[in-house]
């Protein structure tokens, strides 16, 4: 796989270890695109979802993926700051990313960071694009102390099976055609861009989030544009700028 030139790289939803990819194809396309990045790169944003299903635990490590994490290594050894985003299928990250492979795991919903003079807001997108009942209670949901305890207490045989079941769910539930006016997303984005207008602050160059798994490119009323990073279902993808 050769890459697109480019500093910095998006990419999301990938879904390592889905039910649906009984033949490991997607994690041998997933190592290909991180061994593809050029020396010149400068950071790797994995906007969440990468994993179907991720948990750490305090003693042991999730099996497989054992490709994947040595290719992260690699970049980070060779320079490349990796950042990882949980999405709502890996949320439950705390330090083993950071502390044994050097990525640096970043929890808040979005974050604003500023690349070569360019204000981009990045994410994974499920809290920002949360704007009915029943995802906001999903959302907190999965983020509650008590319900991750208690799901960290679970055999992990079983814990898993329900995970990838809700997870295959989940996916049936996306649409293949993006339309901005019923996507709580470009809802989020256009109101962010108006807030920071109104309070004086820069305004955003690019939003880039996944979560939707329908990619989009779209400009936003209030200034910039939203990229949507599509899913890995249909092979690779990925932003680069």
Not at 5 to 30: C, I, M, N, P, W
Not at 106 to 124: A, K, M, T
Not at 165 to 180: I, Q
């Amino acid at each position: 796989m050769d890459t697109a030139a480019g500093k910095y790289y998006f990419t999301a939803d990938v879904h390592l270890g889905s039910k649906d990819d009984s033949h490991g194809l997607l994690e041998r396309q997933f190592v290909d695109f991180l061994h593809s990045i050029p020396k010149e790169a400068e950071a790797l944003y994995l906007l969440g979802d990468i994993f179907d299903f991720w948990v750490d635990y305090r003693e042991v490590v999730p099996r497989g993926y054992v490709r994947v994490l040595a290719a992260l290594a690699e970049l980070v050894d060779r320079g490349v700051k990796v950042f990882f985003y949980p999405g709502n299928h890996d949320w439950w990250v705390t330090d083993y990313f950071e502390k044994e492979l050097g990525v640096k795991t970043v929890h808040e919903s979005y974050q604003v960071v500023e690349l070569d003079g360019r204000r981009i807001c990045v994410g994974h997108g499920d809290m920002p694009g949360a704007s009915d009942f029943k995802s906001r209670f999903l959302f907190n949901l999965f983020r509650n102390r008590f319900c991750i305890a208690m799901m960290k207490a679970l055999p992990t045989r079983l814990s898993f099976a329900i995970a990838h079941g809700w997870s295959a769910r989940s996916r049936k539930g996306h649409s293949e055609e993006f339309d901005p006016k019923s996507t709580g997303l470009y809802r989020f984005v256009d109101g962010f861009g108006r807030k920071r207008a109104q309070s004086g602050e820069p305004a955003i160059d690019l939003y880039i989030f996944g979560h939707i798994h329908t990619p989009a490119r779209i400009p936003v009323p209030s200034g910039g544009e939203l990229v949507v990073l599509g899913d890995w279902s249909q092979g690779p993808q990925y932003f680069c700028i």
